[in-house]
């Protein structure tokens, strides 16, 4: 069993969406003692839009106000009903902190997997989805792929999203190195060129010719932008944008550990709302923050704030920031940045 965790903060709504579509079961944590949340009625429902079968975790069963009855209860008001109320969704009480019904749960999630009859085909050429993609300093770009058919060797030459490469080597789960990856295996790359956003498709091809050829047609693909026709409503915002020229514009240069988090971050400037302030992306990315990152501080026009979330600056970076008087802000809590 590969668990693929997802984080409940509302911040990442789309990873939770993404999570529902490369699982086969989606494992629902609800807190005995908290009910059900908005986050919960928002994973029921990525869950019920990928059409993937729930199995209900109720968690913290050991404190003194675990209320089981009660998430029950509440979940049956979006239709997920255990097996004793004449549902089809399996139900499990655990405690993580004492350990208690986890090894129920695993034969929960076994038992479904037995009715869905799961299968894959190992002896095929590999197909994933990336989970996640980074760079890291000695080792390049890298991402993180699940295996969801055939098997990944190393050598294989590969297309992700807009990336490609070939394996050069592969970490299980616990950092160790493997030579091949089978079905529902997440494993993390090295040899990719380029950094694949969390969610493109991942797959084996034949030689690197065709696979330079597609993801040189996805990116160019993704650089078309749809240009906005003119309406009513377009251009009195124009107009109005124009006569709030009052309002000062904060630049801001994003730099993320991983594509996740960036994505996230952003989602949450998007719904940002101020009447004195207006909040533009410069520019955003993932790695550490560079020298190229404060010199587009320095040059550009409006009043720029440098935001790493996970990362910090190079050296050089530092002293350029330092002597240019550039801010640069860390933060490693979602909600606190």
């Given at each position: 069993?590969?668990?693929?965790?997802?984080?409940?903060?509302e911040a990442?709504?789309?990873?939770?969406?993404?999570?529902?579509k490369?699982?086969?079961i989606?494992?629902?944590?609800?807190?005995a003692?908290?009910?059900?949340?908005?986050?919960?009625?928002?994973?029921?429902n990525h869950?019920?839009?990928?059409?993937?079968?729930?199995?209900?975790?109720?968690?913290?069963?050991d404190?003194s106000?675990?209320?089981?009855?009660?998430?029950?209860?509440?979940?049956?008001?979006?239709?997920?009903?255990?097996?004793?109320?004449?549902?089809?969704?399996l139900?499990?009480?655990?405690?993580?902190?004492s350990k208690?019904?986890?090894?129920?749960?695993?034969?929960v999630?076994?038992?479904?997997a037995?009715?869905?009859?799961?299968?894959a085909?190992?002896?095929?050429?590999?197909i994933?989805?990336?989970?996640?993609?980074?760079?890291?300093?000695?080792?390049?770009?890298t991402?993180t792929?699940?295996?969801?058919?055939g098997?990944?060797?190393?050598?294989?030459?590969?297309?992700?999203?807009?990336?490609?490469?070939k394996v050069?080597a592969?970490n299980d789960?616990?950092?160790?190195?493997?030579?091949?990856?089978k079905?529902?295996?997440p494993?993390?790359?090295?040899g990719?060129?380029?950094?694949?956003?969390?969610?493109?498709?991942?797959?084996?091809?034949?030689?690197?010719t065709?696979?330079?050829?597609?993801?040189s047609?996805?990116?160019?693909?993704?650089?078309?932008k749809?240009?906005?026709?003119?309406?009513?409503e377009?251009?009195?915002k124009q107009?109005s944008d124009?006569?709030?020229?009052?309002?000062?514009?904060?630049g801001?240069?994003?730099?993320?550990?991983?594509?996740?988090?960036?994505?996230?971050?952003?989602?949450?400037?998007?719904?940002?709302?101020?009447d004195?302030?207006?909040?533009?992306?410069?520019?955003k990315g993932?790695?550490?923050?560079n020298?190229?990152?404060?010199?587009?501080?320095?040059?550009?026009?409006?009043?720029?704030?440098?935001v790493?979330?996970?990362?910090?600056p190079n050296?050089l970076?530092?002293?350029?920031?330092k002597?240019?008087?550039?801010e640069?802000k860390f933060?490693?809590?979602?909600?606190e940045?």
């Amino acid at each position: 069993i590969t668990f693929f965790d997802t984080p409940g903060h509302e911040a990442f709504t789309t990873m939770r969406a993404r999570g529902a579509k490369v699982t086969d079961i989606v494992v629902l944590v609800v807190a005995a003692d908290d009910g059900v949340k908005e986050t919960t009625i928002e994973a029921i429902n990525h869950a019920k839009a990928a059409d993937v079968p729930i199995i209900v975790c109720i968690n913290k069963i050991d404190l003194s106000e675990a209320n089981p009855q009660n998430v029950k209860n509440q979940l049956m008001e979006h239709e997920i009903l255990s097996e004793e109320m004449g549902g089809k969704n399996l139900f499990v009480e655990v405690s993580a902190k004492s350990k208690k019904n986890l090894d129920k749960l695993e034969e929960v999630i076994l038992l479904q997997a037995e009715i869905l009859n799961l299968k894959a085909n190992p002896s095929k050429k590999a197909i994933g989805a990336i989970v996640e993609s980074k760079v890291q300093q000695g080792k390049g770009s890298t991402a993180t792929v699940l295996i969801q058919e055939g098997s990944l060797k190393v050598g294989d030459i590969f297309v992700a999203g807009p990336a490609y490469g070939k394996v050069r080597a592969m970490n299980d789960d616990m950092g160790k190195k493997i030579i091949e990856a089978k079905p529902s295996v997440p494993v993390e790359i090295i040899g990719i060129t380029g950094t694949p956003d969390a969610g493109d498709d991942f797959k084996v091809v034949e030689n690197e010719t065709k696979a330079k050829e597609i993801a040189s047609y996805r990116l160019n693909k993704s650089k078309i932008k749809v240009t906005e026709p003119i309406t009513k409503e377009n251009l009195e915002k124009q107009l109005s944008d124009k006569s709030n020229e009052k309002i000062k514009e904060l630049g801001l240069i994003l730099k993320s550990d991983v594509q996740g988090s960036l994505e996230a971050i952003i989602n949450g400037i998007e719904k940002f709302k101020n009447d004195e302030i207006k909040i533009k992306i410069i520019h955003k990315g993932v790695g550490e923050i560079n020298q190229s990152d404060v010199a587009l501080a320095v040059a550009s026009e409006s009043s720029v704030l440098t935001v790493g979330f996970n990362v910090k600056p190079n050296n050089l970076a530092r002293d350029l920031a330092k002597r240019d008087k550039i801010e640069i802000k860390f933060f490693t809590v979602i909600y606190e940045l």
